[in-house]
């Protein structure tokens, strides 16, 4: 059953620790040599998104900003270029999670597509100003992957959630 | 119904309204940026954060580093007996070549002396590994393994078996990252071997090069060769840069399109060298330096930029 409003599951509150995990494993798989194959998501946008939308009071810009720094300097890319594209999609995420939360997953993932291709123009735009080349098309086709990967990342980042902490055989749920 | 927060909302300690933050935050980067890329102030910053990141990297790494061991463990004794085969007759071949290059080089010095020419400084450097492509899909860039412990500097020229590949734009402690020579707008100072024409050739971002600035009847031809001319200070004079392969003398404009290939293998990974950095060139005559004399040198900000790192 999927956890959004219109299901009747009632999820664990979420552990920091928890969140603070899934982001630096993102970070770690965005420094993966995989980085530069076509098509592979920005993980850390993907999971910023997902916390931003879900937990919009403990993740929020702040760690946004500090992961778009900590990625600018292993990309060795423009300062400050990942933290003002993370920064404003954290923003409108936690801004719109109430809407977004309301859809079915699909639906949900195709709300989101917006947000993570703003991340990825946004940094275009932005190199672009400063002179860099233009990287190719192939750069456009990771937002989209993120987006389909919004419906098992949802599962995954919510397993810790599912589970009841003590199994009484007199609760309802 | 996200999950029960067992925390209730906090209704009085709320902090500043996100739309605040987000200004807070938006101004930051944006300024970070302009820093950035204008006045390049942000080293130190990135020398810090790097010291966080650098381990997370490095364990990123590590599965694929581990695979490559296991790949290299295993590789048949018949491919290892055939390259053995294949470095013998290289080395051979060289051997004679360095023999006769160390007799050309004593007699150079020798002449050199008598005509009382300043001595050409031998070139020496240090091998260090390229562990991997920049992730920054916008720049051409390489990380290598050796870094500040290592003595490497900001601007130190980097060449291959083959010619030049790039330049040491920034260093960390432990690594080092280099701009290679197909960036956009890298320039390299380079000197047309047959004809002796100086230029300076620019990096396109797609793996070529071009030969800017040069007027519609230079004496260029299709495979020509362009050495470097060490007029930078930068690098060392006569290693190989690029080949003309494509030229267009369009009337219409005062400039020919020559476009060129890199001579070494600037895609590829494997060991490069970092070569010491040059003595500083005596300093210009007042006159030259009020008007930049070079028509054929552009005001490229990233050769001021490294220049400028060189020189400190």
């Known amino acids: ?173 | 119904m996200a999950g029960i927060d067992h925390s209730p909302p906090p209704f009085f300690k709320r902090g500043p309204a996100p739309l605040a933050l987000l200004s807070l935050y938006l101004g930051l980067s944006i300024s970070l940026m302009v820093l950035d890329h204008k006045f390049h102030y942000l080293e130190w910053v990135r020398q810090g954060v790097a010291v966080f990141t650098t381990p997370l990297q490095m364990l990123a790494h590590a599965p694929s580093k581990g695979f490559s061991q296991v790949d290299e463990y295993f590789a048949s004794l018949i491919s290892l007996q055939k390259e053995n085969d294949q470095l013998k007759h290289t080395q051979l071949e060289a051997a004679t070549i360095l023999q006769r290059h160390q007799h050309l080089e004593a007699e150079n010095r020798h002449l050199r002396e008598l005509l009382g020419v300043k001595e050409r400084l031998p070139t020496g450097g240090q091998l260090a590994q390229i562990l991997y492509a920049a992730r920054d899909p916008f720049s051409r860039r390489v990380i290598v393994d050796k870094g500040m412990q290592d003595n490497v500097l900001a601007g130190q020229p980097v060449v291959d078996h083959l010619g030049v590949i790039g330049q040491v734009t920034r260093v960390y402690p432990l690594l080092s990252e280099i701009t290679l020579i197909t960036d956009k707008d890298q320039a390299v100072p380079v000197q047309v071997v047959r004809s002796g024409l100086r230029s300076v050739v620019f990096g396109l971002g797609n793996g070529q090069l071009e030969l800017r600035y040069m007027p519609a009847n230079a004496d260029v031809q299709n495979g020509d060769v362009l050495v470097t001319s060490g007029l930078d200070g930068i690098f060392p004079a006569g290693f190989p840069v690029a080949k003309v392969v494509h030229m267009e003398r369009d009337t219409t404009y005062s400039f020919a399109r020559i476009i060129c290939v890199p001579v070494a293998g600037v895609e590829h990974f494997g060991e490069v060298m970092i070569l010491n950095p040059r003595e500083a060139l005596p300093p210009r005559p007042a006159e030259a330096s009020a008007t930049p004399a070079e028509g054929d040198k552009p005001a490229s900000s990233k050769v001021r930029r490294i220049k400028r790192s060189v020189g400190n």
């Open chain 1, 1 to 173: 059953m999927q956890p959004t409003f219109t299901s009747s599951r009632i999820l664990l509150p979420v552990r920091p620790w928890f969140i603070t995990l899934t982001l630096v494993l993102a970070l770690l798989l965005n420094l993966m040599p995989t980085a530069h194959w076509p098509g592979v998501p920005d993980w850390v946008a993907l999971v910023l998104c997902f916390w931003s939308v879900r937990e919009f009071r403990k993740v929020s810009m702040g760690w946004s900003f500090i992961l778009g720094l900590a990625m600018d300097v292993a990309d060795g890319s423009l300062m400050g270029q990942h933290a003002l594209a993370y920064v404003l999609m954290s923003y409108i995420a936690s801004s719109l999670s109430r809407r977004i939360l309301w859809f079915p997953l699909l639906q949900q993932a195709l709300q989101v597509f917006p947000l993570l291709f703003m991340v990825q123009v946004l940094q275009l735009a932005a190199r672009m100003a400063t002179g860099a080349a233009f990287p190719g098309f192939g750069y456009l086709i990771g937002p989209l992957v993120a987006a389909l990967l919004w419906v098992p990342a949802t599962y995954v980042l919510l397993l810790p959630q599912y589970q009841p902490v003590e199994r009484d055989e007199n609760r309802p749920i």
